[in-house]
């Protein structure tokens, strides 16, 4: 079975601080795509990274980073010096390999609030 | 720009009166996908298409149905809502050509209140 843990439920910092969130996954598949996406107080989700299970280099966009780490089964994301625009829930996500089916298995999600 | 469209954005209805729930894209997608969203909970898939193909999940309630009248738009329809339906209604689409699925694109929502 697969499955997605967001262990930190809420996390609190100040501006300009940075912040890690933290992903762990399971699934005996050997090939897998993981994601986050940012999910702001409207409502939609925002597509932020894709990652497939070959590719273990770490990715950076900006302010934000990623460190995919197989051996832990952690894809973690950071965000450096947080802005208050950054305030929102963020998802991680799991889906499979194999037709078009990107299901995705959904963490429970970090809310992250950035104090001015 | 191309995206993906909820209608409404928020959708009162009363207990056991149908509803339904629209989306519309215009990225061309070929899959769509409905997700529901409780509050304070991860999004769950009720159901997908591939092109006309329909994909139940195999715990989503009878009570949900959906329809893909062409490419651009699906609906979301719940016959006799009970207050349990009451979340966020994502929709979402993905290209899946050659093998390989682009990553979703998610609309804004539609949140659902039954009384």
């Known amino acids: 079975a697969q499955k997605v843990t967001q262990a930190q439920t809420e996390i609190s910092v100040v501006e300009k601080e940075d912040v890690t969130l933290d992903c762990v996954y399971e699934t005996r598949d050997t090939t897998y795509y993981l994601f986050w996406y940012k999910q702001p107080p409207s409502g939609e989700l925002v597509f932020l990274i894709r990652?497939?299970?070959?590719?273990?280099q770490n990715e950076i966009s900006g302010r934000y980073s990623w460190n995919f780490q197989k051996s832990t089964s952690s894809f973690n994301f950071t965000i450096t010096a947080s802005q208050v625009v950054d305030s929102a829930v963020y998802f991680c996500?799991?889906?499979?390999?194999?037709?078009?089916?990107?299901?995705?298995?959904f963490g429970t999600g970090t809310l992250l609030a950035v104090q001015p | 720009d191309a995206m993906v469209i909820q209608n409404p954005r928020y959708q009162v209805t009363q207990f056991g009166k149908p509803v339904t729930l629209s989306c519309s894209q215009t990225l061309n997608h070929n899959v769509m996908y409905w997700y529901q969203q409780k509050s304070s909970q991860a999004p769950k898939l009720l159901f997908h298409?591939?092109?006309?193909?329909?994909?139940n999940e195999a715990d989503t309630p009878d009570n949900f149905q959906s329809r893909r009248p062409n490419t651009s738009f699906c609906f979301l329809d719940i016959r006799s809502p009970g207050l349990g339906d009451a979340a966020m209604y994502l929709c979402a689409t993905s290209r899946f050509q050659q093998g390989v699925d682009s990553p979703l694109h998610f609309g804004n929502g539609t949140r659902l209140t039954v009384t």
């Open positions: 996500a799991l889906s499979l390999y194999g037709g078009a089916t990107n299901k995705l298995i």
């Open positions: 298409y591939y092109d006309k193909d329909f994909n």
């Open positions: 990652r497939n299970s070959f590719d273990e």
